[in-house]
C-alpha cells in the first residue's frame, strides 16, 4: 500500500461517518495526498497518518483546545508535530478533547461527547478523546494527545490501544495549550507498542540524562499492588489486572507487593487543592470573558481556583514534595509499577449523571504520574487497560515492561482490513 | 594560640559589649571550651569559631527567627552545622537577624536594631546580620547566614567581610526555617576568602554534577555594567565600583558590557509578587496568631501575602521563566558578572524613616540572584562592596574571579590584635 492508498484508505473510512465527533478539523483529501506523495520513504515514519489532539499546533490549522471562541490559527507545528512531519508523517486533521484538556472522560466538549471506538454507550475517555478513537478505527497510524491527569492513558485503555506518556520534559510541550503547566506531557498512541515509541523516539529531545537507562533489565523488579488495593473496580477486572501480573511474571519479571497509600493520596491533589491555579492561570480569565461556548464542567472547575491563595499552592507544593518522598520509598528498589490505567469505564450516562465525580474516580490510577514526575506506557490487558510506569527519565524501562505484556505482536491494524472495503 | 586560646579571648572580646545586639543566644564558656578541647587537630576547621544565624537548627540551643514566640529547641543540628562541626568548627552561639529573614538592613528584630561593625550609625543590613557583625569584630572566625534576596551578602559589604552564596541547593536547608522556599541558600562569612571557601566546600553536597566547572579560566570574561546602569548610586561608589572592575582587567580578565534590564526587572519579583505567598506560607499562619513579638515591616510584608491569588503566582513563575531566559541571553557566553552588592550603606535613620522603601533599594543587584539559579560572592572593593555572579553550579568559576579581586591576602582577623588586649 502506498502512501497516497493508505490516505484515500483513510478517508474512504471517515466517509463511512463513523464517529465524526472525533474530529475538529480535517485536513482536504487533496493536501494529505499531496503531503503523502512528497514523503521520502526512507523515513522512519514515512506515510504515516498522524491525527493531532487540538491543543497541539499545527501550522496553518485552527488550535481550538475544545473551544470555539478560543481558536487561534498557528503559523508553525509544535515541535513534537515537526518532529513526526520530518520524519515522514502526515497530518490528518486536528481531533476532539475535553475542553482544555480538562478531563478523563471525552464528554466536556461543545464539539460533541466523543464514544468509545468500540462501544457507542461507554465515554472514549478524556482528555484525548478524538486522537485515541482516530487510531482505534484504523483511520490514523498515530495520534499525538496529551497528559496531565491521565488524558494520554485512559483513552488508550478505553479504545484497547497503547498511549506512551514521557517523562515530563521530555518532548517538548512548546505549542500546547497549557493545561496544568508544570505537569503537561505530549503523548501518543499508536494501536501497537513498537509503532508508539518509534514515533516516542522521534519526539523526544536529544539531551537525555546520561546515566538514563536505555531497556529494562531481563529479569525486571515490577511493584504489584495486591487484590484488596484496588478498590472500586469489579471482581472481573481485578482478575483481568492478576492475570497481567502473571503474565509479566511467567515473561520473567519478579513481582513485589507495594503500598499505594501515597501515591493515590498525592493524586487528589491535582484537582482538591492549589495546582488547579494553573489551569486558571491559563485560560480562566478567557473563560470569564467567555461564558459561550465553556464546558459547564471544564468552566466550573476553572472558576472554582479563582480565588485559591496562592499560600495554598505553596504548600500542596511542600506536601506534594513529601508524599514524593514517601512514595518513592515504598517504591524502593522497583524497576517498574504495575497499575490498572483506570478502575472503570463508565457510560456517557454515567458522566452526565455526576460529571465531576466519574471523572476523578476514572484518575484513581493515573493523576500521581505526573506529579511525581514518572513515565508511563499504557497498553491493553483483556478487557481492562494496564499501566507500566517507570521512574522519571527510566521511559526505556516502562516501554520494555509493557513489551512483556504485549510479546504477541499486536493486530494488524483494522486499515489493511478496511482496503479491501475501499479498493476497487 | 591553641583553641582553647582562641575561645577565651572570643568570650574576652564579648565582655567589652560591643554590639551585643549582634547575639541571640550565646553559649556558655565552659561548654565551648570544652568542646574546643576536644576538636581533633588535623580537622580542615579545627577550632574555627562559628556563629550561626538564629533561623539555622544548632541542637540544644533555641531556634526563634528572630520571634521570641516562635522559639523551639531543636533536637538536631542542621546538616549545615553538622558538616561545620564534623570539620572541626565550634559553636559560639546564635546570631541576630531581620525576623524570619524577611529583611535586607538588620533594624527588623525584636532583640535589637543591628549596628554595623564599623560605625554605629549605619545599620548592618540584613538579614543574617548578627552573623556578619560577628565575623568582623573579630569574634567569630566563620558565620552562617541565610540568603534569599541578599541576606548573605549585603551585610558582607556593610562589614567589608567575604559572604559566599552557594548555588541554590548546593547546601541542604533542612533545619533552616523557611523565608521563601524555592529561592533560600544557606551562606558562609568570614573575613578572608580563603576561609570562607574552606568552610563553603565542607558544607556543600557531594553530588556536585559532574560537569560543573572546577575552577574560573585564567582569562574569565567578566561582564560588567556601564556607570549610567549604576542607579541610585554615588559618584564615589561609582568609582569605586569602576576601580573594582579595572582591578579584575589588569589581573587577566576581560570585561565587557552588559544590559541590565532583565536581571532588575527580575528582582523585583521576589517582594512585588506571587512569591511572598511562600512566606506567608511558611510562616504567616503563625504571625497572624502571634501579633505580639512580631516586626510590624515583616508582620506587614507577610500578612499583605495571604490573599494573594494562586494564579498570580504561577504567571509570576512563567514572568520569571521569561526574564530568566532574557537576563541569560544577555550574559551570553560572560564566565561571570560583577556587581555592586548594594548601591547605597542606609543609615539607621534612613531605614526607620522608610523601612520598606529603604530596604527595596538595597536590594536593587542582590534579588535576581536566587531567582536565577545563580551563585555568588560578595568581597569588599574600598568604600564598596562587590558581588562575583556565575551561573548554576559554577560557584567555583564565581570564586576565582573573586579571588582576582582579593589577591593580596586578606588582613589577618582582628583576633590576632585582641590577644594582647585579653592576655594577661
Given at each position: 500500500?502506498?502512501?497516497?492508498?493508505?490516505?484515500?484508505?483513510?478517508?474512504?473510512?471517515?466517509?463511512?461517518?463513523?464517529?465524526?465527533?472525533?474530529?475538529?478539523?480535517?485536513?482536504?483529501?487533496?493536501?494529505?495526498?499531496?503531503?503523502?506523495?512528497?514523503?521520502?520513504?526512507?523515513?522512519?515514519?514515512?506515510?504515516?497518518?498522524?491525527?493531532?489532539?487540538?491543543?497541539?499546533?499545527?501550522?496553518?490549522?485552527?488550535?481550538?483546545?475544545?473551544?470555539?471562541?478560543?481558536?487561534?490559527?498557528?503559523?508553525?507545528?509544535?515541535?513534537?508535530?515537526q518532529r513526526l512531519i520530518d520524519a515522514g508523517a502526515v497530518v490528518l486533521g486536528k481531533t476532539n478533547?475535553?475542553?482544555?484538556?480538562?478531563?478523563?472522560?471525552?464528554?466536556?466538549?461543545?464539539?460533541?461527547?466523543?464514544?468509545?471506538?468500540?462501544?457507542?454507550?461507554?465515554?472514549?475517555?478524556?482528555?484525548?478523546?478524538?486522537?485515541?478513537?482516530?487510531?482505534?478505527?484504523?483511520?490514523?497510524?498515530?495520534?499525538?494527545?496529551?497528559?496531565?491527569?491521565?488524558?494520554?492513558?485512559?483513552?488508550?485503555?478505553?479504545?484497547?490501544?497503547?498511549?506512551?506518556?514521557?517523562?515530563?520534559?521530555?518532548?517538548?510541550?512548546?505549542?500546547?495549550?497549557?493545561?496544568?503547566?508544570?505537569?503537561?506531557?505530549?503523548?501518543?498512541?499508536?494501536?501497537?507498542?513498537?509503532?508508539?515509541?518509534?514515533?516516542?523516539?522521534?519526539?523526544?529531545?536529544?539531551?537525555?540524562?546520561?546515566?538514563?537507562?536505555?531497556?529494562?533489565?531481563?529479569?525486571?523488579?515490577?511493584?504489584?499492588?495486591?487484590?484488596?488495593?484496588?478498590?472500586?473496580?469489579?471482581?472481573?477486572?481485578?482478575?483481568?489486572?492478576?492475570?497481567?501480573?502473571?503474565?509479566?511474571?511467567?515473561?520473567?519479571?519478579?513481582?513485589?507487593?507495594?503500598?499505594?497509600?501515597?501515591?493515590?493520596?498525592?493524586?487528589?491533589?491535582?484537582?482538591?487543592?492549589?495546582?488547579?491555579?494553573?489551569?486558571?492561570?491559563?485560560?480562566?480569565?478567557?473563560?470569564?470573558?467567555?461564558?459561550?461556548?465553556?464546558?459547564?464542567?471544564?468552566?466550573?472547575?476553572?472558576?472554582?481556583?479563582?480565588?485559591?491563595?496562592?499560600?495554598?499552592?505553596?504548600?500542596?507544593?511542600?506536601?506534594?514534595?513529601?508524599?514524593?518522598?514517601?512514595?518513592?520509598?515504598?517504591?524502593?528498589?522497583?524497576?517498574?509499577?504495575?497499575?490498572?490505567?483506570?478502575?472503570?469505564?463508565?457510560?456517557?450516562?454515567?458522566?452526565?449523571?455526576?460529571?465531576?465525580?466519574?471523572?476523578?474516580?476514572?484518575?484513581?490510577?493515573?493523576?500521581?504520574?505526573?506529579?511525581?514526575?514518572?513515565?508511563?506506557?499504557?497498553?491493553?490487558?483483556?478487557?481492562?487497560?494496564?499501566?507500566?510506569?517507570?521512574?522519571?527519565?527510566?521511559?526505556?524501562?516502562?516501554?520494555?515492561?509493557?513489551?512483556?505484556?504485549?510479546?504477541?505482536?499486536?493486530?494488524?491494524?483494522?486499515?489493511?482490513?478496511?482496503?479491501?472495503?475501499?479498493?476497487?
Amino acid at each position: 500500500m502506498t502512501p497516497q492508498d493508505r490516505v484515500r484508505a483513510a478517508y474512504a473510512r471517515l466517509a463511512r461517518g463513523e464517529r465524526p465527533e472525533a474530529w475538529i478539523t480535517l485536513r482536504d483529501e487533496a493536501d494529505v495526498l499531496a503531503d503523502a506523495a512528497a514523503v521520502a520513504p526512507h523515513l522512519p515514519l514515512a506515510g504515516s497518518l498522524l491525527a493531532v489532539k487540538d491543543n497541539i499546533d499545527v501550522a496553518g490549522l485552527p488550535t481550538t483546545a475544545g473551544h470555539p471562541g478560543y481558536a487561534y490559527r498557528p503559523s508553525r507545528n509544535a515541535p513534537a508535530v515537526q518532529r513526526l512531519i520530518d520524519a515522514g508523517a502526515v497530518v490528518l486533521g486536528k481531533t476532539n478533547l475535553d475542553q482544555f484538556a480538562t478531563g478523563l472522560v471525552g464528554t466536556r466538549s461543545p464539539y460533541g461527547v466523543v464514544r468509545a471506538a468500540g462501544d457507542p454507550d461507554l465515554v472514549a475517555g478524556g482528555s484525548s478523546s478524538g486522537s485515541a478513537v482516530a487510531v482505534a478505527l484504523g483511520i490514523a497510524d498515530l495520534a499525538l494527545g496529551t497528559d496531565t491527569a491521565g488524558s494520554g492513558r485512559v483513552p488508550a485503555a478505553f479504545q484497547g490501544i497503547v498511549g506512551i506518556k514521557p517523562t515530563p520534559g521530555r518532548v517538548p510541550t512548546t505549542g500546547v495549550v497549557p493545561a496544568c503547566r508544570s505537569f503537561d506531557c505530549v503523548t501518543v498512541f499508536a494501536r501497537d507498542l513498537a509503532t508508539a515509541q518509534r514515533a516516542m523516539t522521534v519526539m523526544s529531545d536529544a539531551d537525555w540524562p546520561a546515566d538514563a537507562p536505555l531497556a529494562a533489565p531481563p529479569y525486571p523488579v515490577v511493584a504489584v499492588p495486591g487484590r484488596d488495593q484496588l478498590t472500586g473496580m469489579s471482581d472481573e477486572w481485578r482478575d483481568a489486572f492478576e492475570q497481567a501480573a502473571k503474565t509479566l511474571e511467567t515473561a520473567g519479571a519478579i513481582l513485589r507487593p507495594i503500598r499505594l497509600d501515597p501515591f493515590l493520596t498525592a493524586a487528589k491533589l491535582l484537582y482538591d487543592g492549589g495546582f488547579v491555579a494553573e489551569r486558571y492561570a491559563a485560560v480562566g480569565a478567557f473563560l470569564d470573558d467567555h461564558p459561550d461556548g465553556a464546558d459547564p464542567a471544564v468552566a466550573a472547575i476553572i472558576g472554582a481556583a479563582r480565588d485559591i491563595p496562592a499560600h495554598r499552592l505553596v504548600t500542596d507544593t511542600e506536601r506534594l514534595d513529601r508524599l514524593r518522598a514517601e512514595a518513592m520509598a515504598e517504591w524502593g528498589d522497583a524497576d517498574a509499577l504495575l497499575l490498572p490505567t483506570a478502575p472503570i469505564h463508565p457510560t456517557i450516562a454515567e458522566v452526565e449523571a455526576d460529571p465531576i465525580g466519574v471523572n476523578a474516580r476514572v484518575g484513581t490510577y493515573t493523576n500521581f504520574a505526573n506529579l511525581f514526575g514518572l513515565a508511563a506506557v499504557a497498553v491493553p490487558a483483556g478487557p481492562l487497560g494496564v499501566q507500566v510506569i517507570a521512574r522519571g527519565h527510566a521511559d526505556a524501562v516502562a516501554a520494555g515492561v509493557a513489551a512483556m505484556l504485549t510479546a504477541t505482536p499486536a493486530p494488524a491494524p483494522a486499515a489493511s482490513g478496511l482496503r479491501l472495503l475501499v479498493v476497487g
